[in-house]
């Protein structure tokens, strides 16, 4: 039984179910011994290379200010964002940190008037929406992976080939769809279940993502990360934003037509504040709530 579970696991590593059907024995073991490479070795070989970045020293002071300064906005004044700055900072939300390097989000610049009055309503019309002279709607992708490892690849391949590590190619390769894949209808998250519960008793495992619900985890943890961004740059350029999630989800994803496994992770209002705009000091509770020393 558990040798079964054990081959239905690595059908995950190439992700066609069909194509598995027809590999001999040979190239089972090959596939064995390369999906222990991939739990055992590749993400510690990941880090070599010799390349090398250095880094510059910024003004703690200056970082300080301005994320003491991001507030949420929730009346704007009537005044347009240049295109030019909400597509700087659509450019800086885009580098923020994000599981695997895979990008697991979407961002929707809604201009078209139609769509922003239906927009506004499906915020359920809250001043932060109606008010604003921009939204920008950010999608969590759980299912975005697939396409962006071939990406990854594609840039592996476009590089001089010996400067990327054998490791990193197995990885998005291999080890990406192993990890990420949950298989219809989550089936296949469900026998890794079987499997991680089991290895886990022996040794650390990472426990997930093992399920679709785990994989919309996965995609918002990253894009909220890049909304944060998206919000702080905003801010650096001397606009304000509000992020909403007091919207109509299903309505405001049949208006972006959405996928439906992609999610709105929230929407980001953007403008400059009027002088109404902030509903007051900002809150916050005592710290030793929140930050734990162990
Ligand atoms: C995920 C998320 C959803 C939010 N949704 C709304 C919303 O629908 N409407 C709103 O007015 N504010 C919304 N906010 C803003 C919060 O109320 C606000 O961040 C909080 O009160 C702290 O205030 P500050 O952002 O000025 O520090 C949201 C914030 C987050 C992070």
Excluded at 13 to 23: Q, R, T, Y
Excluded at 70 to 75: D, F, G, K, L, N
Excluded at 144 to 165: A, C, G, I, S, Y
Aim: with cysteine.
């Amino acid at each position: 039984m558990n040798q079964q579970i054990i081959f239905f696991y690595q059908y995950n590593v190439i992700n066609n179910w069909f194509n598995l059907a027809l590999l001999s024995k040979k190239e089972y073991v090959v596939l064995w011994k390369e999906r222990i490479m991939a739990d055992e070795q590749i993400l510690n070989k990941i880090s070599a290379g010799d390349y090398t970045e250095g880094s510059k020293h910024y003004s703690a002071q200056e970082f300080t200010e301005l994320v003491e300064a991001r507030r949420s906005c929730r009346v704007y004044m009537d005044e347009p964002v240049p295109e030019s700055i909400i597509d700087k900072c659509l450019d800086l939300a885009l580098l923020a940190p994000n599981s695997s390097n895979l990008q697991p989000w979407k961002f929707y610049w809604v201009k078209n008037p139609e769509k922003r009055t239906k927009l506004n309503k499906y915020c359920l019309d809250q001043p932060a929406a109606t008010t604003a002279p921009e939204i920008i709607v950010a999608i969590a992708c759980p299912e975005n992976w697939r396409e962006t490892r071939t990406l990854m690849l594609q840039k592996f391949k476009e590089q001089d080939k010996l400067k990327v590590p054998k490791a990193a190619y197995a990885y998005y390769d291999k080890l990406v769809p192993l990890v990420y894949s949950q298989g219809p209808l989550g089936i296949f998250g469900l026998i890794k279940r079987v499997y991680v519960w089991v290895q886990g008793l022996f040794k650390p495992m990472p426990r997930k993502p093992l399920s679709i619900s785990h994989m919309k985890t996965w995609a918002h943890k990253s894009t909220a990360l890049a909304c944060e961004n998206l919000m702080l740059a905003f801010r650096a350029y001397g606009y304000d934003t509000c992020p909403m999630e007091g919207l109509d989800e299903k309505r405001v994803k049949r208006l972006l037509e959405l996928k439906s496994s992609e999610e709105v992770c929230m929407a980001i209002s953007v403008g400059k504040r009027a002088s109404n705009g902030i509903y007051g000091p900002r809150i916050r509770f005592d710290r030793d709530i929140f930050v734990k020393k162990i």
